[in-house]
């Protein structure tokens, strides 16, 4: 039971080592919406059991109940309950961050509300680091989360994460108050950029277009916790430039209209033509999930995929649905969502792109994809 305990929290030490900022860092709160109870999430430090002064770890090793979440005694559970081989019943947990990487749900999530089918129970969380100790104890059945991480995580749990679709493709972009000075990657030598997500995807994809540039050592980075950070600073300063996602964007430019979009780094991504696209989010899924209910995997890609056609068709529709569970405000998410290239791409197509993409950020940053490509069962093609 020792060993079982020191896999999970091994486990957890080393996707926090890898991606910590898997996404950029933001604040923790979430909202959940579900046609069920919700259940309790797990935050980073339930990871590894708490030792209290009265019950030494010596004396009862405790461990995370893999469907319940909660903490228990380790003479209550039986080995395979902790590697989550567990019954599941109807209920899909399913998991998603703020921003693009959800928005293509919410139709899903708004139709089993009004149905008041309980096969589905959503959480929307701030951060990355809140869904994947879920994913790792199996308190979340599907998750939608950013592409590096998600090769993070298969690497992390011995092959034990899929990824079902790609669901959002590049939503960074180059903004600038005030000027006109910056229309190719190029005019950003010698500047100041202002951006988050250090030691994740921003930063990885900004480094290779530098690289590949030949202007790396020729731009200064100014590093901040949050995107709206970035937001404020660009605000306060004439000519500021800052590398944003969306909505993040479309927020800066509500604030002030001197603000204009200059680069899409997923156009100039594909600019240099090495056969693969720039990525932000997929949905993945575990794999003892997919193994032992496949008919609802297969229910739940189909209905993603009708929830993607409409966000992407309805905007004002989608845009209400956004503000409804508040993961921007409706407002923000009808001048977004044209720019969040919220998409469904799975299969052999859904391999090619994303594999190309984790090839290039490897060849960049091996760290960033957790070390070392997936393998081809990575790649659930159905």
């Known amino acids: 039971?020792?060993?079982?305990?020191?896999?999970?929290?091994?486990?957890?030490?080393?996707?926090?080592?890898?991606?910590?900022?898997?996404?950029?860092?933001?604040?923790?709160?979430?909202?959940?919406?579900?046609?069920?109870?919700?259940?309790?999430?797990?935050?980073?430090?339930?990871?590894?059991?708490?030792?209290?002064?009265?019950?030494?770890?010596?004396?009862?090793?405790?461990?995370?109940?893999a469907e319940s979440g909660e903490i228990i005694e380790d003479e209550e559970v039986e080995e395979d309950e902790i590697e989550g081989d567990t019954p599941y019943t109807s209920t899909v947990k399913i998991a998603a961050l703020k921003g693009p990487t959800a928005m293509g749900l919410t139709k899903l999530m708004n139709d089993c509300e009004e149905s008041g089918v309980s096969r589905y129970e959503f959480e929307i969380y701030a951060a990355p680091d809140e869904i994947t100790p879920m994913l790792i104890q199996g308190t979340a059945d599907i998750a939608c989360v950013p592409a590096n991480l998600a090769s993070v995580l298969y690497n992390t749990t011995d092959?034990?994460?899929?990824?079902?679709?790609?669901?959002?493709?590049?939503?960074?972009?180059?903004?600038?108050?005030?000027?006109?000075?910056?229309?190719?990657?190029?005019?950003?030598?010698?500047k100041t950029i202002y951006a988050s997500g250090q030691g994740s995807t921003p930063e990885f994809a900004l480094n290779y277009l530098l690289e590949a540039n030949g202007i790396k050592d020729d731009v200064n980075i100014e590093w901040k916790t949050e995107h709206a950070e970035c937001v404020t600073a660009i605000l306060e300063e004439e000519g500021g430039i800052a590398m944003l996602p969306q909505p993040f964007v479309t927020t800066a430019m509500v604030k002030n209209e001197g603000i204009r979009t200059a680069l899409s780094l997923t156009d100039e991504w594909e600019k240099l033509d090495n056969g693969s696209s720039m990525l932000t989010g997929v949905v993945v899924a575990r794999k003892d999930f997919i193994e032992a209910e496949p008919d609802e995997v297969k229910a739940f890609m189909d209905g993603y995929k009708i929830s993607v056609d409409y966000v992407n068709s309805d905007i004002d529709g989608a845009a209400a649905l956004v503000g409804k569970y508040d993961i921007v405000p409706e407002a923000i998410a009808k001048k977004a969502l044209p720019a969040c290239n919220i998409t469904f791409i799975s299969g052999e197509e859904m391999k090619q792109k994303l594999s190309g993409y984790l090839q290039v950020l490897y060849d960049s940053e091996p760290k960033s994809v957790g070390g070392k490509l997936p393998g081809d069962d990575f790649y659930y093609i159905g």
Do not use: H, R, W
């Open 159 to 190: 092959g034990e994460i899929d990824v079902l679709a790609i669901n959002t493709l590049g939503v960074i972009y180059i903004v600038e108050n005030g000027t006109e000075n910056i229309n190719s990657i190029a005019d950003l030598k010698g």
């Open 1 to 65: 039971m020792k060993k079982q305990t020191a896999k999970i929290t091994a486990l957890f030490a080393a996707v926090m080592m890898f991606a910590a900022a898997g996404c950029s860092n933001g604040n923790t709160s979430n909202t959940t919406t579900s046609a069920a109870p919700a259940p309790e999430t797990t935050t980073t430090e339930d990871t590894e059991a708490p030792v209290t002064e009265e019950q030494p770890a010596s004396e009862s090793e405790k461990v995370v109940d």
